[in-house]
């Protein structure tokens, strides 16, 4: 069946600007995941829903990222002003249980 | 504070033998643990877990064993095979219902060889 995708693959923006991520869970899966991942470093937590609620946002780094879900289907990660410290794959990934399934990421570049 | 700790960044062995990957934790209310393994320029793929009431599980080639005293987790892979070449990542999850954010270690790249 279908995975976990995102879109776009790649995406290099200016710092600065404004980038919209998105992420198609897997059909039935309650909880929605995002996480990034710095060069070099380890899965980092931004923020997970369920259904459309974010009971735990407690890993976004600041005011200038958020994100929403429409009911138990997409969801788009949003970056304000862009910096170069920003740059890293943002991985969504869906769940029914504590077993999560990730798509392949979105490869972000501030410039 | 990482709570989450894979200490060795990378382990190389030869094709046939054992590969042992080990993460070791501090939070003792962590009571899921999880293995996956990532390829380049791809997510991580789910590979295995294990519930904090048991201290081993097994799937074909693939073990998972848990120490809660010595918060530590282990993955066996016997034998090793060169597609088993990845990054493989230790996470483990809190009991806050059907959905847990995963909290994550820094990744043992494995190389299998010929």
């Known amino acids: 069946g279908a995975g976990v995708s995102q879109s776009p693959s790649n995406k290099v923006t200016e710092k600065g600007k404004d980038v919209e991520l998105r992420c198609d869970p897997i059909?039935?899966?309650?909880?929605l995941y995002w996480y990034r991942q710095r060069l070099g470093q380890g899965l980092e937590f931004l923020i997970y829903?369920?259904?459309?609620?974010?009971?735990?946002k407690s890993g976004l780094p600041s005011d200038r990222f958020s994100a929403e879900r429409t009911g138990e289907s997409v969801s788009t990660l949003t970056i304000q002003r862009t910096q170069q410290e920003d740059s890293a794959v943002y991985l969504c990934a869906s769940s029914v249980n504590y077993e999560q399934y990730f798509g392949p990421g979105t490869r972000l570049t501030v410039t | 504070d990482q709570q989450v700790k894979q200490n060795s960044p990378s382990l190389s062995v030869q094709e046939g033998r054992i590969s042992i990957l080990n993460c070791d934790y501090t939070?003792?209310?962590?009571?899921?643990f999880l293995w996956y393994k990532k390829y380049p320029a791809e997510g991580p793929t789910f590979l295995i877990s294990?519930?904090?009431?048991?201290d081993k599980n097994e799937d074909g080639r693939f073990t998972v064993f848990l120490n809660k005293s010595a918060k530590h987790l282990s993955l066996h892979i016997v034998p090793s095979q060169p597609g088993d070449s990845a990054v493989y990542f230790c996470a483990a999850s809190l009991n806050t219902g059907t959905a847990s954010k995963l909290t994550f270690g820094t990744g043992t790249r494995l190389q299998v060889t010929l």
């Open positions: 939070n003792s209310m962590f009571d899921y």
């Open positions: 059909s039935g899966h309650t909880a």
């Open positions: 294990i519930s904090s009431i048991k």
């Open positions: 829903f369920q259904g459309n609620s974010a009971p735990d």
